[in-house]
């Protein structure tokens, strides 16, 4: 029941074809609090919850997707879980193993297929109408450093910022990503709670694709003008951009004077990622609803979510080890 988890319970509770919530908040009083504002019921535990209700959204920390996927499966549940599965292959496969043993759906949670924008792009690639494509941008760049209670339990930056961006090149293109090449960067005083942890406060990698695209990604967890995320797209016929908007949190230097005040971003922009993908989470609800009702097919399957995860998990190794890793070396 953290902001994600909220947004998601509210969109919930205001869908028509929803009777009613049961809402669990991993021993916190956020659910009881919630539940209470919503008009709904609160429940113990996971456990309990998946007892009294027909589908299950999981939006707690990552490290407790695996216990959480695997009772709400052995419950016979269609399950939402945000992304990623789980913080390592293993547990990945099993949580996947559980699913397809009890015959539930299980749809992954990346929102970015469900933005205007990226839906707009894929419908452009597809379609032809930029011929081939030769090279992707993309930047996700928080506006500023997550608490260390969530660090720790989130994955690195490519595990959790920049999986998404792989799964946005994956479905906007149809190419699948066949080796990477990444660097990350965690020096600045800005980024002491990855350092401390392992982690990077800024990366980028190089991608190629299968389909002879190749991507190129940053990622960075402190942006003071607002939340970035961003993709452009060149090919063979013309070249578009998603999220290069008023509300982009980029000033243009043309237009800036020569000392912008860095502690007051721009009033238009983004303020985090609930700000810029609200739209989208509420489809993803309403595309979960309709699977859960077996009238709708999975907009994101689980073979969907492991490629963008282990494309994440080879761009962690190649950092740390400096060298381009196929994802072929991870299975």
Do not use: W
Not at 137 to 148: C, G, I, V, W
Not at 286 to 309: H, I, K, Q, Y
């Amino acid at each position: 029941m953290g902001r994600l988890g909220s947004l998601l319970a509210r969109a919930l509770a205001a869908h028509p074809a929803v009777d009613g919530l049961v809402l669990a908040g991993g021993g916190s009083d956020r659910a009881e609090t919630l539940a209470a504002e919503l008009g709904q019921r609160a429940a113990p535990s996971a456990r309990d919850a998946f007892e009294a209700t027909d589908a299950a959204v999981i939006a707690a920390p990552t490290s407790a997707h695996l216990e959480l996927i695997v009772a709400a499966a052995a419950a016979g549940l269609p399950i939402f879980c945000e992304k990623p599965i789980a913080l390592n292959l293993r547990d990945a496969d099993a949580a996947i193993e559980a699913v397809e043993s009890a015959g539930v759906p299980m749809q992954v949670g990346f929102q970015r297929r469900f933005d205007a924008g990226y839906m707009r792009a894929r419908r452009l690639v597809r379609s032809g109408a930029l011929g081939d494509v030769y090279l992707l941008r993309t930047a996700s760049h928080d506006p500023r450093p997550s608490p260390a209670s969530f660090v720790a339990a989130s994955g690195d930056l490519f595990v959790d910022l920049l999986i998404h961006d792989f799964d946005a090149m994956r479905f906007v293109t149809g190419q699948e990503i066949e080796e990477v090449h990444a660097t990350g960067e965690a020096s600045f005083a800005a980024f002491d709670v990855y350092r401390e942890r392992g982690d990077f406060g800024v990366g980028a990698t190089v991608a190629r694709m299968s389909g002879g695209a190749t991507g190129v990604l940053t990622g960075a967890r402190h942006n003071p003008d607002g939340h970035d995320v961003r993709m452009e797209i060149f090919g063979s016929r013309g070249a578009v951009a998603v999220g290069a908007g008023e509300r982009s949190p980029l000033r243009p230097v043309e237009t800036v004077g020569e000392s912008p005040p860095a502690e007051a971003p721009p009033a238009e922009a983004y303020r985090d990622f609930l700000d810029r993908f609200a739209p989208a989470y509420r489809a993803e609800m309403d595309a979960f609803v309709g699977l859960a009702l077996g009238e709708a097919p999975n907009p994101c399957p689980p073979a969907e979510a492991r490629s963008a995860f282990v494309a994440a998990l080879a761009a962690s190794q190649s950092a740390r080890e400096n060298r381009p890793v196929a994802l072929s070396e991870l299975g």
